[in-house]
Protein backbone atom coordinates (compact mmCIF):
# COMPACT_ATOMS: atom_id res chain seq x y z
CA UNK A 1 0.00 0.00 0.00
CA UNK A 2 2.57 2.43 0.75
CA UNK A 3 5.22 4.06 -1.14
CA UNK A 4 8.54 2.48 0.65
CA UNK A 5 6.59 -1.75 0.50
CA UNK A 6 7.78 -4.20 -1.09
CA UNK A 7 10.92 -2.05 -2.25
CA UNK A 8 13.50 -5.33 -1.95
CA UNK A 9 14.41 -4.49 1.54
CA UNK A 10 12.33 -7.29 3.53
CA UNK A 11 11.53 -6.50 7.02
CA UNK A 12 14.16 -8.39 9.18
CA UNK A 13 11.84 -9.98 11.60
CA UNK A 14 14.46 -12.69 13.06
CA UNK A 15 16.32 -9.18 14.71
CA UNK A 16 15.66 -9.24 18.53
CA UNK A 17 16.97 -6.86 21.09
CA UNK A 18 20.52 -7.78 22.65
CA UNK A 19 22.49 -6.05 25.42
CA UNK A 20 26.43 -5.21 24.49
CA UNK A 21 29.33 -3.43 25.91
CA UNK A 22 29.16 0.43 25.54
CA UNK A 23 30.57 2.07 22.75
CA UNK A 24 34.14 2.72 24.72
CA UNK A 25 34.43 0.48 27.56
CA UNK A 26 37.85 1.59 28.50
CA UNK A 27 37.26 5.14 28.84
CA UNK A 28 38.95 7.00 31.50
CA UNK A 29 37.69 10.42 33.56
CA UNK A 30 38.91 13.68 31.41
CA UNK A 31 39.02 11.32 28.31
CA UNK A 32 36.25 12.86 26.03
CA UNK A 33 35.78 11.48 22.60
CA UNK A 34 38.29 8.07 22.55
CA UNK A 35 40.86 8.03 19.54
CA UNK A 36 39.09 6.17 16.98
CA UNK A 37 38.40 2.21 17.16
CA UNK A 38 37.25 1.55 13.84
CA UNK A 39 39.27 2.86 11.25
CA UNK A 40 37.01 5.06 8.32
CA UNK A 41 34.57 5.64 10.96
CA UNK A 42 35.80 8.48 12.27
CA UNK A 43 34.01 10.95 14.28
CA UNK A 44 36.58 13.50 14.76
CA UNK A 45 36.85 13.97 11.18
CA UNK A 46 33.30 13.99 10.26
CA UNK A 47 33.39 17.23 12.98
CA UNK A 48 36.51 18.65 11.01
CA UNK A 49 33.90 18.51 7.82
CA UNK A 50 32.91 21.88 9.11
CA UNK A 51 28.73 22.85 10.44
CA UNK A 52 26.20 24.71 9.02
CA UNK A 53 24.52 26.84 10.98
CA UNK A 54 20.72 28.59 11.26
CA UNK A 55 19.08 30.91 12.36
CA UNK A 56 15.95 29.67 12.93
CA UNK A 57 13.76 32.76 12.88
CA UNK A 58 15.07 33.40 9.17
CA UNK A 59 13.75 30.01 7.95
CA UNK A 60 10.18 29.31 7.39
CA UNK A 61 8.14 26.66 9.58
CA UNK A 62 8.07 24.59 6.73
CA UNK A 63 12.20 23.74 6.75
CA UNK A 64 12.38 24.15 10.68
CA UNK A 65 10.00 21.13 10.54
CA UNK A 66 11.97 18.15 8.50
CA UNK A 67 15.49 19.96 10.14
CA UNK A 68 14.22 19.69 14.07
CA UNK A 69 12.50 15.89 13.93
CA UNK A 70 15.56 14.50 12.13
CA UNK A 71 17.51 16.09 14.75
CA UNK A 72 15.64 14.90 17.84
CA UNK A 73 15.63 11.66 17.41
CA UNK A 74 14.65 9.01 18.42
CA UNK A 75 10.89 10.15 19.52
CA UNK A 76 8.59 8.29 21.59
CA UNK A 77 5.20 7.42 19.59
CA UNK A 78 2.05 6.43 21.07
CA UNK A 79 -1.08 5.91 20.03
CA UNK A 80 -3.58 8.52 21.81
CA UNK A 81 -7.75 7.64 21.97
CA UNK A 82 -9.72 9.98 22.74
CA UNK A 83 -13.91 10.58 22.51
CA UNK A 84 -15.83 13.52 21.68
CA UNK A 85 -18.26 15.03 24.07
CA UNK A 86 -21.09 13.40 21.67
CA UNK A 87 -19.04 10.15 22.39
CA UNK A 88 -17.29 10.05 18.88
CA UNK A 89 -13.96 8.00 19.29
CA UNK A 90 -10.87 8.87 18.17
CA UNK A 91 -7.61 7.52 17.78
CA UNK A 92 -4.32 8.88 16.54
CA UNK A 93 -0.41 8.72 16.57
CA UNK A 94 1.13 11.18 18.63
CA UNK A 95 5.50 12.18 18.99
CA UNK A 96 7.53 13.24 21.65
CA UNK A 97 5.10 11.69 24.24
CA UNK A 98 7.70 11.89 27.17
CA UNK A 99 7.67 10.95 30.55
CA UNK A 100 7.75 14.02 32.60
CA UNK A 101 7.29 13.37 36.27
CA UNK A 102 7.00 10.14 37.95
CA UNK A 103 5.59 11.89 40.90
CA UNK A 104 2.70 13.08 40.02
CA UNK A 105 2.65 10.09 37.14
CA UNK A 106 2.83 12.80 34.34
CA UNK A 107 3.34 12.29 30.47
CA UNK A 108 3.17 15.32 27.68
CA UNK A 109 1.97 15.47 24.67
CA UNK A 110 2.11 18.20 21.64
CA UNK A 111 -0.50 19.39 19.41
CA UNK A 112 0.19 21.44 16.55
CA UNK A 113 -2.14 23.94 14.69
CA UNK A 114 -2.16 23.89 10.78
CA UNK A 115 -0.29 26.75 9.95
CA UNK A 116 -2.70 28.11 7.58
CA UNK A 117 -6.10 27.23 8.75
CA UNK A 118 -5.23 26.91 12.02
CA UNK A 119 -7.36 24.34 13.00
CA UNK A 120 -6.47 22.25 15.83
CA UNK A 121 -6.24 18.14 15.96
CA UNK A 122 -9.33 16.42 16.99
CA UNK A 123 -7.92 14.83 19.99
CA UNK A 124 -6.78 17.87 21.00
CA UNK A 125 -10.22 18.72 21.20
CA UNK A 126 -11.87 15.79 22.71
CA UNK A 127 -9.04 16.02 25.71
CA UNK A 128 -9.90 19.39 26.71
CA UNK A 129 -13.51 19.26 26.63
CA UNK A 130 -13.77 16.05 28.41
CA UNK A 131 -10.21 16.45 30.63
CA UNK A 132 -9.54 12.62 29.79
CA UNK A 133 -7.73 10.29 27.42
CA UNK A 134 -5.17 7.24 27.01
CA UNK A 135 -2.28 6.50 25.97
CA UNK A 136 -1.00 2.91 24.12
CA UNK A 137 2.62 2.16 23.35
CA UNK A 138 3.43 1.27 19.83
CA UNK A 139 5.38 -1.92 18.88
CA UNK A 140 6.00 -3.29 15.83
CA UNK A 141 3.68 -6.10 15.11
CA UNK A 142 0.95 -3.73 14.67
CA UNK A 143 2.95 -0.83 13.00
CA UNK A 144 1.17 -0.83 9.97
CA UNK A 145 -2.07 -0.02 11.78
CA UNK A 146 -0.96 2.65 14.21
CA UNK A 147 0.32 4.33 11.60
CA UNK A 148 -2.59 4.58 9.47
CA UNK A 149 -4.62 6.20 12.07
CA UNK A 150 -2.73 9.62 11.44
CA UNK A 151 -5.21 9.67 8.06
CA UNK A 152 -6.41 13.31 8.50
CA UNK A 153 -10.53 11.58 8.24
CA UNK A 154 -12.68 14.01 9.05
CA UNK A 155 -14.34 13.45 13.03
CA UNK A 156 -16.95 11.53 11.99
CA UNK A 157 -14.81 8.47 10.63
CA UNK A 158 -13.93 6.35 13.42
CA UNK A 159 -9.99 5.04 12.86
CA UNK A 160 -10.20 2.24 15.27
CA UNK A 161 -12.84 0.71 12.27
CA UNK A 162 -10.01 1.90 9.48
CA UNK A 163 -6.78 0.48 11.08
CA UNK A 164 -8.89 -2.92 12.85
CA UNK A 165 -7.61 -2.38 15.96
CA UNK A 166 -9.59 -3.73 19.00
CA UNK A 167 -10.56 -1.29 21.92
CA UNK A 168 -9.86 -2.38 25.19
CA UNK A 169 -12.64 -0.81 28.23
CA UNK A 170 -10.61 1.28 30.17
CA UNK A 171 -11.78 1.06 33.67
CA UNK A 172 -11.08 5.10 35.24
CA UNK A 173 -11.53 6.75 32.10
CA UNK A 174 -14.33 6.40 29.17
CA UNK A 175 -11.91 6.12 26.05
CA UNK A 176 -10.65 2.55 25.10
CA UNK A 177 -7.21 2.03 25.26
CA UNK A 178 -6.00 -0.26 22.05
CA UNK A 179 -5.69 -4.06 23.40
CA UNK A 180 -2.57 -4.93 20.91
CA UNK A 181 -0.34 -2.93 22.52
CA UNK A 182 1.48 -4.22 25.58
CA UNK A 183 0.76 -1.08 27.53
CA UNK A 184 -1.82 1.40 27.95
CA UNK A 185 -2.27 4.09 30.13
CA UNK A 186 -5.25 5.78 31.50
CA UNK A 187 -5.08 9.27 31.79
CA UNK A 188 -6.52 12.49 33.09
CA UNK A 189 -5.64 15.64 31.96
CA UNK A 190 -3.64 17.63 34.05
CA UNK A 191 -2.85 20.70 32.50
CA UNK A 192 -2.80 22.47 29.19
CA UNK A 193 -0.66 24.54 27.63
CA UNK A 194 -0.71 27.09 24.76
CA UNK A 195 2.34 28.05 22.60
CA UNK A 196 2.09 31.65 20.70
CA UNK A 197 5.22 33.05 18.41
CA UNK A 198 6.59 35.03 20.31
CA UNK A 199 5.61 38.32 21.01
CA UNK A 200 2.29 37.21 19.14
CA UNK A 201 -0.97 35.53 20.25
CA UNK A 202 -0.83 33.34 17.47
CA UNK A 203 -1.30 30.24 19.00
CA UNK A 204 0.63 27.25 17.13
CA UNK A 205 0.64 24.55 19.40
CA UNK A 206 -0.63 22.97 22.38
CA UNK A 207 0.87 21.11 25.31
CA UNK A 208 -1.31 18.58 26.98
CA UNK A 209 -0.10 17.09 30.41
CA UNK A 210 -1.60 13.74 31.41
CA UNK A 211 -2.16 12.47 34.75
CA UNK A 212 -1.23 8.42 34.69
CA UNK A 213 -4.23 7.22 36.71
CA UNK A 214 -3.87 3.72 35.68
CA UNK A 215 -1.44 1.58 34.00
CA UNK A 216 -1.97 -1.89 32.09
CA UNK A 217 1.42 -3.59 30.86
CA UNK A 218 1.31 -7.53 28.90
CA UNK A 219 2.14 -10.08 31.88
CA UNK A 220 4.42 -11.23 29.06
CA UNK A 221 6.56 -8.15 28.84
CA UNK A 222 6.88 -7.53 32.72
CA UNK A 223 10.36 -8.96 34.12
CA UNK A 224 10.78 -10.87 36.92
CA UNK A 225 11.46 -7.19 39.02
CA UNK A 226 8.37 -5.94 37.18
CA UNK A 227 9.69 -3.72 34.91
CA UNK A 228 9.18 -3.77 31.08
CA UNK A 229 11.58 -6.17 28.98
CA UNK A 230 12.98 -4.05 25.84
CA UNK A 231 13.26 -7.05 23.64
CA UNK A 232 9.62 -8.03 24.10
CA UNK A 233 7.67 -4.92 24.28
CA UNK A 234 9.66 -4.32 20.64
CA UNK A 235 8.76 -0.42 21.24
CA UNK A 236 9.13 1.86 17.59
CA UNK A 237 10.32 5.44 17.74
CA UNK A 238 9.97 8.11 15.06
CA UNK A 239 13.39 9.34 13.23
CA UNK A 240 13.31 11.98 10.39
CA UNK A 241 10.59 12.30 7.70
CA UNK A 242 8.26 9.47 7.72
CA UNK A 243 11.31 7.34 8.90
CA UNK A 244 10.34 4.65 11.72
CA UNK A 245 13.08 2.68 14.16
CA UNK A 246 13.61 0.21 15.68
CA UNK A 247 15.32 -0.75 18.99
CA UNK A 248 17.81 -3.05 18.38
CA UNK A 249 20.82 -2.78 20.74
CA UNK A 250 21.29 -1.46 24.36
CA UNK A 251 23.98 -0.71 26.18
CA UNK A 252 24.39 -0.08 30.03
CA UNK A 253 26.46 2.76 31.54
CA UNK A 254 26.30 2.95 35.53
CA UNK A 255 25.41 6.37 37.10
CA UNK A 256 29.09 7.10 38.92
CA UNK A 257 28.46 8.16 42.20
CA UNK A 258 30.68 11.14 43.25
CA UNK A 259 32.17 9.07 46.16
CA UNK A 260 33.61 6.50 43.68
CA UNK A 261 35.12 8.80 41.20
CA UNK A 262 36.03 11.75 43.91
CA UNK A 263 39.59 10.81 44.51
CA UNK A 264 40.39 10.27 40.88
CA UNK A 265 38.74 13.86 40.05
CA UNK A 266 40.90 15.16 42.73
CA UNK A 267 43.99 13.94 42.58
CA UNK A 268 44.13 14.34 38.21
CA UNK A 269 43.23 18.10 38.75
CA UNK A 270 45.39 20.60 37.57
CA UNK A 271 47.58 22.32 40.20
CA UNK A 272 45.97 25.80 41.12
CA UNK A 273 48.34 28.67 40.97
C1 LIG B 1 4.25 8.73 14.11
C2 LIG B 1 3.42 9.97 14.05
C3 LIG B 1 3.61 10.95 15.01
C4 LIG B 1 2.83 12.12 15.01
N1 LIG B 1 3.03 13.04 15.98
C5 LIG B 1 2.27 14.16 16.02
C6 LIG B 1 2.45 15.12 17.07
O1 LIG B 1 3.29 14.96 17.94
N2 LIG B 1 1.66 16.20 17.09
C7 LIG B 1 0.71 16.40 16.15
O2 LIG B 1 -0.01 17.42 16.22
N3 LIG B 1 0.50 15.51 15.15
C8 LIG B 1 1.25 14.39 15.07
N4 LIG B 1 1.06 13.46 14.08
C9 LIG B 1 0.00 13.68 13.11
C10 LIG B 1 -1.35 13.24 13.66
O3 LIG B 1 -1.35 11.86 13.99
C11 LIG B 1 -2.41 13.49 12.57
O4 LIG B 1 -2.48 14.88 12.33
C12 LIG B 1 -3.77 12.96 12.92
O5 LIG B 1 -4.59 13.09 11.77
C13 LIG B 1 -4.42 13.69 14.10
O6 LIG B 1 -5.67 13.11 14.28
P1 LIG B 1 -6.87 13.85 15.01
O7 LIG B 1 -7.14 15.16 14.29
O8 LIG B 1 -7.98 12.85 14.86
O9 LIG B 1 -6.47 14.07 16.42
C14 LIG B 1 1.84 12.30 14.02
C15 LIG B 1 1.67 11.32 13.03
C16 LIG B 1 2.47 10.18 13.04
C17 LIG B 1 2.27 9.14 11.97
Given at each position: ???????????????????????????????????????????????????????????????????????????PIAL?????????????????V?????????????????????????????????????VSIMS??????????????????????????????????????V??SAIGF???????????????????????????????????????????????L?A??????????????????????????????????????
Amino acid sequence: MGRNDNSGRPFNSAASFRVTDPPNPNWQLRQGLPDDVEPGKSWKAEEEKGWKTWDLSDISPREVYPLLTSCIVPRPIALVSSMSSDGIPNLAPFRGVFSVAHNPPLLSISFSHAVRTGKSKDTKENILATKEFTVSIMSEPFIEAANITCVDAPADIDEWDISGLTRSTSIDVRSPWVKESAIGFECELFHSYEICLPNSSEVTNTLVLGLIKRAHVRESVLTASGTVDPAKLRAVSRLGGDMYARIGEGFELARPPWKVIRDQVISGAPESE
